[in-house]
């Protein structure tokens, strides 16, 4: 007796989608696509990804094409092993037994918890497809299949030639065969599909959370300070030694109260609503936000009349201004200089570039959770999408995110997190410190303490018996300053975790 | 001076239409127009990154300064030229021997008798290019190169006849019909007829990409074209206004420009200018208000026949005369009206020209005139304050 396959789910969709997903980071259904989105089965079951066990069916993959002939499908194979919680609806073979007569609704007996599909071989799952919650995290793509080489390096060729397609983590193979299914025909799922209950997810948010947490992650360079404000926006966790500034977005993004923050909030949400990159409309937005206050009327008056090129201070000197207003006022809320910063220096690319030598490491970090946020996952560089483990960890932060904002149960398995740079600095690691200290002229940014243990001095120099093993430290000040005028790209930072790793 | 910023587009900034152009066949004849701003010259460029590696392209443009800004910020060793010196060669290199009257590129001429030059005489090339390939010259061209073509409106019919003479067949046309600058330029029927397309196979880019929507919203005050498509704009008021100032001292001028550059280093700021004058006279200004700055003044004539010294990869100010900043954009434009005039009352030559030169911004606009000169072109601009707002300095 043939011994029976393992069930495997699969995604038909194309080239198109696939590149929108990785640059979004999630799977989701055809409302979670930010740009434009080519019909597949993913607008079939509103609410949900369908996922179809063994075999695509000849509709689905013809469906994935069926807005432009010259489009080139591809299958996501999907692995549901990172779903540590979650339901998914099924359909069986015999699928009008799966319906309530009365409703045309799934019955109950349609929920099926994911871990019990998992590991299971085929002949145990009497189940045509699932349908799963969207979003999915990208860490669910066990690997791609084109149906020919040429596909497949088209795939590779055109996203190469994409600034935000990251195709790192995808493993992709040609498999001719997944391509060619028996011809079905008749609907892929039954009417009642296209109108299936779900929770609705708040995509813009998920997608700026994103944003706002990887560039948390990139300033966490800076110093132990930037890295415990990464720490706990990933962990969806509020401080109460926290400034403001993180309070504001913190709240907006896990609080379903209307709070202090809340005449401010209108302009976080112009920057949540703002996905079109390079698309400077949302100046406009915000001042017409503060426009609409005779409180905040002079704010707008200064930031267009800086546009329009008519104030003659240079902005280090605008910026040198505010400060020393909020050192005389330490609780003052900066929204002047998160404003100034937001339309002076409109990308995260120049953010990252830019030094100003009164910035404090908290103003670096905050104003880089503002600039993630505004650009969103799908705007940040590239390289930085390519930070070792970024993608895989954000998305499924994003995913997570999602689904507990929107209530459905569903949760994943966290991808190790990428490692922060004050982490790896461990006084332990003495020689990773002494070769980042070289490599990145930091050396002044750290001291040496000799163990407190008896020794004889010599000729000047100090004879301990045994070994002795000194511990450095960072000096936190000098550490921020060079830290803070550094850019460290996804090539130094794998040289980082390699070094630090012992590769 | 800093590196200006140069992304390849993300997939969320590509819209349909723009998607199907890159997924065109790699062989065969295609046509794209579109406005300015509507990523044409995106499309172009990433179709030629898509043949670079085979190496079995050539990317042409219509003036050096074009062919310039390209190579420099397309983020691969482009193998470009400008149509018209390629276009020279091409036809010197396949004369055979050593005659020079073969060589010779065979020129149009004048009512007189004189022949035009830069007017090669399309028919009689064909000619001789049909001759070549009946004698099946050992030197002719690879036929199966992708001619990849920008701002081919400003090409004429018999540019596209000469070489699909020679047994080229692999066209990729970029155009806009509202931008053509020369006297000697196509249609967009011509272009379509040229390639022997049907009309449903050009490809239409609607979508403004480049400018703010108040830039676009002005520089649409002066589109003239009624074949190609204007771009989709929303509507509403804006920050980024074009503002109109109207200057008592040249030095506020110079001031205010200088100020915008140093804003923001990695900003490209074009002055644009109506004559050579104008373009060296500013360009002397800028640069002796930014001596000691880390600001870059750079520029171009037409006129000097020296190649083109301006680095588009960083940022810094660069002063044109209109004429060659077609296909170039800048971060920030300054509108130097002084010396523009309206001749033989041919009001809509001067429109395409400040559609052309308008359109170059991206994020701001600023357009600059004498206090001391009235200039009839004035009465040109909107008088819509949500058009154009007016200023003095």
Redesign the interface.
Known sequence: MATPIKAIWLLPTNI?NL??ML??GLITDASGF???Y?KDVLNECPGYVSLFKNEVPGTALSLAKSE?A??ISCIIKINLKDIILGDCIHTRCDIEDSFNVDDVSPKVSNSVPIQSLQGKKTIELDYESILIQAPLPLSCIEEVIFSSKADLDEFK??SE?????SIKILKCKVDKKEFTPPVSSGDLFHNSFANLEHNSVEYTKTYSFGGLTSLSLYFSKNGEESASFFKSISEFSDNENYPLEYKWIYEYFFSNENDKFQKWNAILDVLNNN???????Y??SI?EILNSSPKTQSIADF??DY???KI?K??TQIIEDFIDDYKKEPNKFKIQLFLFMLF??D?V??LI?YNHPSFSEEEYVLLGMLFGMNSSF??L?KWLVEYEGMHLYISTLMANYAHQKSNTGMKFKEPSKPLLLTDMLSPKKIEFIAWFAKSFDTNDSFETVMPNKDYQSVKGKKIYDGIIVPEYRILKDKFFNTMSSTVIDDKHYSEICKKFKGK | MSKRIFDLPGIDELNKDQKAVLRLKESGQHLVIGGPGTGKSVVALLRARKFHQKNNYLFLTFNHVLNSSTKQICGIDLKSDTAQSWFYSLQFNLAPGDDFDLKKMPHKVDSNGREIQHSPDYDRVIERFDSYVDQNLSHLPATDTHLIIDEGQDLPVGFYESLQSLGYENFFIVADQNQQITEENSSRQELTDVLALDNDEVVELNENYRNSSAIAKFAQHFYTDKATPAPNLPDRASLDTPTFYIYQMVNSCVSMIHRESMRDTSKLIGVIVATETKRDSYTKFLSKATTGDDITVSSYSNESKQSVNIDFSMGGIVVLCDKSVKGIEFDTVFIVLDDLKVINNDSDAIKKRLYVMSSRAKEKLFLLRSAAIPNEVEELLPTDEKLMIRDNI
Not at chain 1, 161 to 165: A, H, R
Not at chain 1, 275 to 281: L, P
Request: charged share 30%.
């Open positions: 198109e590149q929108m640059a979004q930010i740009g434009s080519y432009d010259s489009l060729n055109a030639n994409l600034g935000n397609v996905k079109k990159r390079n698309d400077i409309e100046k406009n001042i930031l267009t546009h329009r090129s003659e240079s902005d002076y220096k990308s690319e120049k570039n799908i705007g560089p």
